[in-house]
């Protein structure tokens, strides 16, 4: 069993649906990221939040919209995506921001499908 | 700047022979190196790590790595493959003093043969 939870596993919505993933952790981690990861690739980081505030974007189109309500809980609200956004995607974290040497606890993803 | 290169995107063996996957390092700082495992349909799980402690690192499942400083490499090893050890692979460098953000390898495809 993974110890960051993702809902929902699977995803279908179409491009002008408004949708949202979710990410729990209960570790007292204070790093959160989102990934994207097409088949066959290595996930590509999105999104990094160090105690609950935004510290890196990368360049991620503003039809994702992420949010961090608490310091267990990590959300990407997703609105008018486009074919291209299919993909998995995963959420982890990690002990302490701007610690290199901790592991990051990824959970198992949601399958998105965009219509 | 950090880069990792994993130098096969397939590696085909059969059960209970060995499994080499390799991974080749770059960093202007003193690194920290990870092993992840992903299985079909789900997230990465951490297999070993290094962080200037011993060289040799064990991890779970009996994989194992050595970190080779002069040959800027961290490959993975295990004496023995299991069909369940099929999985995708991916070295993963994080510097310490640098960019704190890990840089992902391409990826290894490990299949593992009856």
């Known amino acids: 069993d993974t110890e960051v939870t993702q809902t929902p596993k699977h995803l279908v919505m179409g491009m002008t649906n408004k949708k949202s993933l979710k990410c729990e952790q209960h570790?007292?981690?204070?790093?959160m990221y989102w990934y994207k990861q097409k088949a066959k690739k290595p996930p590509e980081l999105m999104f990094v939040?160090?105690?609950?505030?935004?510290?890196i974007n990368e360049s991620v189109p503003s039809r994702f919209s992420p949010e961090c309500p608490n310091s267990s809980l990590l959300n990407l609200h997703l609105h008018a995506l486009q074919p291209e956004d299919s993909a998995l995607y995963l959420c982890?974290?990690?002990?302490?921001?701007?610690?290199?040497?901790?592991?990051?606890?990824f959970g198992d993803g949601t399958r998105l499908s965009i219509l | 700047a950090q880069s990792v290169t994993q130098l096969d995107s397939h590696v085909s063996v059969s059960e209970g022979t060995p499994v080499l996957l390799r991974c080749n390092y770059s960093?202007?700082?003193?690194?920290?190196l990870f092993w992840y495992v992903q299985h079909p349909n789900k997230g990465l799980q951490l297999l070993l790590k290094y962080t200037s402690a011993a060289t040799l690192v064990k991890g779970i499942n009996g994989f194992e790595a050595e970190f080779k400083k002069s040959e800027t490499s961290f490959h993975l090893t295990k004496p023995s493959a299991h069909m369940s050890d099929a999985a995708e692979y991916f070295c993963?460098?994080?510097?310490?003093?640098?960019?704190?953000?890990?840089?992902f390898g391409r990826g290894t495809s490990l299949i593992v043969h009856p």
């Open positions: 939040y160090s105690y609950e505030k935004l510290s």
């Open positions: 570790m007292g981690h204070r790093a």
């Open positions: 960093s202007s700082y003193s690194p920290s």
């Open positions: 982890a974290s990690s002990q302490e921001p701007g610690m290199s040497n901790q592991p990051q606890h």
């Open positions: 993963v460098v994080a510097e310490r003093g640098g960019s704190y953000i890990p840089t």
